[in-house]
C-alpha cells in the first residue's frame, strides 16, 4: 500500500470524528465581531492542535479574537504555511437557528464551507502524515485567524513574518463548487467619493445652487465605464447617498466603490483612472473628494504557483480525480500572503458553496480525498523544496 492509500484510508475511517469536528465549530455562533464566540471556536481548535503534537503560540488580540500560530518540526528542510480563520460573516442567533446537518450527501451550517472544514482538514492532513510516519518536511506553520472576513487587519502582521520565512503557502479555503483550486486572486480597492455643492430652494432660486447629486451620476457613469480597462478588471458602485428633499439643491452626494484588478500594474492603472473621475468636476460649484484605495493586492499565477499546481495535480491522480485552477474575483489571506512572493495556492479544503448565504454548503463525499489531497500536497512540497525554490526565486509570472 502507498502512503497515499495508507493516508487516504486512515482519512475514512475518520470521517466520523472528522464530522465530530466540524459540528463542534460550526454550532457556535463565531461572526468576526463576537469575540468571545470566535475564542469559544478558537479554544476548540487549539485543543486539537496541541493533541496533534503542535506546538502553539497565543495571539491575544483586545478587539478580535485571540489568533494562534501552531508550529510542527520535522526532519527535512521545507518551511510549509497553513492558512485558515475561525470567524464568519453570520450574526449571533444563526448558529441555534441552523446547527449544523447532513442533507444527502451535503453538510450545511453556517461557516461550514467557510471555513470550518478547511481548517479541520489541515489538522487531518497533518495526522495523516504523522500516521504514516511523513515527517521529511522541514517545519509545518498554521495560522489560525479570525478576522479575515473584514480583511485580517490585526492578523496579516503577525502573520507576515512567518509568509515571508515559508517556502510554500497552502490557504485552506474551500474548493470551488466545480472542485477547482485557486491559483490567483484578484486584488482590490474601496474608494468613497465625495461630492460637495450647494444648497438653494429648487424652485425659486434653483441658479444658486450646485447639484451635488449631478456631478455625482456624472462620475458613476465614468467608474462604470472603467469595467474591462484591463483584462479582469471591475469596477461597481455598490453604494449611494445624498440630498435631503427633492425640492433642496443637494449640497453633498455619495458613493462606495468596489474595484477589482488581476495584476499589480492593473491595480495601479485603475487607481490613477478612478482618482482622475474627479478632476475636475463637470458641475460648477461643486467639488469631488475621493477617499480610500487598494486593501489588497492580488495573489499572481506566478511559475512557482504553476509548479504548486503540478504537484497537486500528481497527487489527485494518485487519488483518482483532477481539478482546474482558477482566478477568483473573491480575496482571503492568499491575497496578503502572494503578493510577498511567496508560492500560494488556496481553494485548497473540501469542496464547498454559497458561502455567506443560508444555504452555504459542503459536499461531504469530497472531505477524505481533498484533505488526501492536502497531506499528499505537503509531502510532495517537502520532497521537492529545491527546484521550486530555484523556480520561486526567478520571481517568473505566467
Same mark, same amino acid.
Given at each position: 500500500?502507498?502512503?497515499?492509500?495508507?493516508? !487516504?484510508?486512515?482519512?475514512?475511517?475518520? $470521517?466520523?470524528?472528522?464530522?465530530?469536528?466540524?459540528?463542534?465549530?460550526?454550532?457556535?455562533?463565531?461572526?468576526?465581531?463576537?469575540?468571545? %464566540?470566535?475564542?469559544?471556536?478558537? &479554544?476548540?481548535?487549539?485543543?486539537?492542535?496541541?493533541?496533534?503534537?503542535?506546538?502553539?503560540?497565543?495571539?491575544?488580540?483586545?478587539?478580535?479574537?485571540?489568533?494562534?500560530?501552531?508550529?510542527?518540526?520535522?526532519?527535512?528542510?521545507?518551511?510549509?504555511?497553513?492558512?485558515?480563520?475561525?470567524?464568519?460573516?453570520?450574526?449571533?442567533?444563526?448558529?441555534?437557528?441552523?446547527?449544523?446537518?447532513?442533507?444527502?450527501? &451535503?453538510?450545511?451550517?453556517?461557516?461550514?464551507?467557510?471555513?470550518?472544514?478547511? $481548517?479541520?482538514?489541515?489538522?487531518?492532513?497533518?495526522?495523516?502524515?504523522?500516521?504514516?510516519?511523513?515527517?521529511?518536511?522541514?517545519?509545518?506553520?498554521?495560522?489560525?485567524?479570525?478576522?479575515?472576513?473584514?480583511?485580517?487587519?490585526?492578523?496579516?502582521?503577525?502573520?507576515?513574518?512567518?509568509?515571508? #520565512?515559508?517556502?510554500?503557502?497552502?490557504?485552506?479555503?474551500?474548493?470551488?463548487?466545480?472542485?477547482?483550486?485557486?491559483?490567483?486572486?484578484?486584488?482590490? =480597492?474601496?474608494?468613497?467619493?465625495?461630492?460637495? %455643492?450647494?444648497?438653494?430652494?429648487?424652485?425659486?432660486?434653483?441658479?444658486?445652487?450646485?447639484?451635488?447629486?449631478?456631478?455625482? !451620476?456624472?462620475?458613476?457613469?465614468?467608474?462604470?465605464? $472603467?469595467?474591462?480597462?484591463?483584462? %479582469?478588471?471591475? /469596477?461597481?458602485?455598490?453604494?449611494?447617498? %445624498?440630498? @435631503?428633499?427633492?425640492?433642496?439643491?443637494?449640497?453633498? =452626494?455619495?458613493?462606495?466603490?468596489?474595484?477589482?484588478?488581476? @495584476?499589480?500594474?492593473?491595480?495601479? /492603472?485603475?487607481?490613477?483612472?478612478?482618482?482622475?473621475?474627479?478632476?475636475?468636476? #463637470?458641475?460648477?460649484?461643486?467639488?469631488?473628494?475621493?477617499?480610500?484605495? /487598494?486593501?489588497?493586492?492580488?495573489?499572481?499565477?506566478?511559475?512557482? !504557483?504553476?509548479?504548486?499546481?503540478?504537484?497537486?495535480?500528481?497527487?489527485?491522480?494518485?487519488?483518482?480525480?483532477?481539478?482546474?485552477?482558477?482566478?477568483?474575483?473573491?480575496?482571503?489571506?492568499?491575497?496578503?500572503?502572494?503578493?510577498?512572493?511567496?508560492?500560494?495556492?488556496?481553494?485548497?479544503?473540501?469542496?464547498?458553496?454559497?458561502?455567506?448565504?443560508?444555504?452555504?454548503?459542503?459536499?461531504?463525499?469530497?472531505?477524505?480525498?481533498?484533505?488526501?489531497?492536502?497531506?499528499?500536497?505537503?509531502?510532495?512540497?517537502?520532497?521537492?523544496?529545491?527546484?521550486?525554490?530555484?523556480?520561486?526565486?526567478?520571481?517568473?509570472?505566467?
Amino acid at each position: 500500500m502507498t502512503h497515499t492509500q495508507a493516508m !487516504t484510508t486512515w482519512l475514512q475511517e475518520r $470521517l466520523p470524528k472528522f464530522l465530530d469536528d466540524l459540528r463542534a465549530l460550526v454550532n457556535v455562533d463565531c461572526g468576526t465581531s463576537n469575540k468571545a %464566540g470566535v475564542d469559544v471556536v478558537g &479554544r476548540l481548535f487549539r485543543d486539537r492542535l496541541r493533541a496533534a503534537g503542535f506546538e502553539l503560540t497565543e495571539f491575544p488580540l483586545a478587539e478580535y479574537g485571540d489568533c494562534c500560530l501552531a508550529t510542527l518540526r520535522g526532519t527535512g528542510q521545507a518551511r510549509i504555511l497553513l492558512v485558515g480563520h475561525l470567524d464568519t460573516v453570520y450574526p449571533d442567533g444563526v448558529a441555534a437557528e441552523r446547527p449544523m446537518r447532513i442533507e444527502g450527501r &451535503r453538510i450545511l451550517g453556517p461557516g461550514g464551507s467557510d471555513m470550518k472544514a478547511g $481548517l479541520l482538514a489541515g489538522l487531518y492532513a497533518v495526522r495523516a502524515l504523522q500516521h504514516v510516519g511523513l515527517r521529511d518536511f522541514g517545519r509545518i506553520d498554521f495560522f489560525v485567524n479570525t478576522e479575515e472576513e473584514v480583511g485580517s487587519p490585526a492578523s496579516q502582521p503577525l502573520y507576515r513574518p512567518v509568509a515571508m #520565512q515559508a517556502d510554500a503557502a497552502l490557504v485552506l479555503e474551500s474548493a470551488r463548487a466545480s472542485g477547482d483550486i485557486v491559483s490567483a486572486r484578484k486584488g482590490g =480597492a474601496v474608494y468613497r467619493f465625495t461630492v460637495l %455643492g450647494h444648497q438653494a430652494h429648487a424652485g425659486v432660486e434653483p441658479e444658486k445652487g450646485a447639484n451635488a447629486i449631478v456631478e455625482l !451620476t456624472r462620475c458613476i457613469q465614468e467608474l462604470t465605464a $472603467l469595467n474591462g480597462l484591463h483584462p %479582469g478588471t471591475t /469596477v461597481n458602485v455598490g453604494v449611494i447617498g %445624498g440630498g @435631503t428633499r427633492s425640492n433642496v439643491v443637494p449640497d453633498l =452626494a455619495w458613493a462606495e466603490v468596489d474595484a477589482r484588478f488581476s @495584476t499589480v500594474e492593473a491595480g495601479q /492603472v485603475l487607481d490613477r483612472a478612478i482618482r482622475q473621475v474627479a478632476m475636475p468636476p #463637470q458641475v460648477p460649484g461643486t467639488r469631488i473628494e475621493v477617499s480610500g484605495g /487598494v486593501e489588497k493586492g492580488p495573489m499572481e499565477k506566478t511559475a512557482a !504557483t504553476a509548479y504548486l499546481v503540478d504537484l497537486a495535480r500528481d497527487v489527485a491522480g494518485q487519488l483518482g480525480f483532477t481539478f482546474q485552477d482558477v482566478q477568483t474575483g473573491g480575496m482571503s489571506d492568499g491575497n496578503h500572503i502572494g503578493e510577498l512572493g511567496v508560492p500560494t495556492l488556496d481553494g485548497l479544503g473540501p469542496i464547498g458553496g454559497e458561502d455567506h448565504s443560508p444555504n452555504e454548503y459542503l459536499e461531504l463525499d469530497s472531505i477524505v480525498p481533498r484533505t488526501a489531497l492536502l497531506a499528499g500536497l505537503i509531502a510532495a512540497i517537502a520532497a521537492h523544496r529545491d527546484p521550486l525554490s530555484a523556480i520561486s526565486k526567478s520571481r517568473g509570472n505566467l
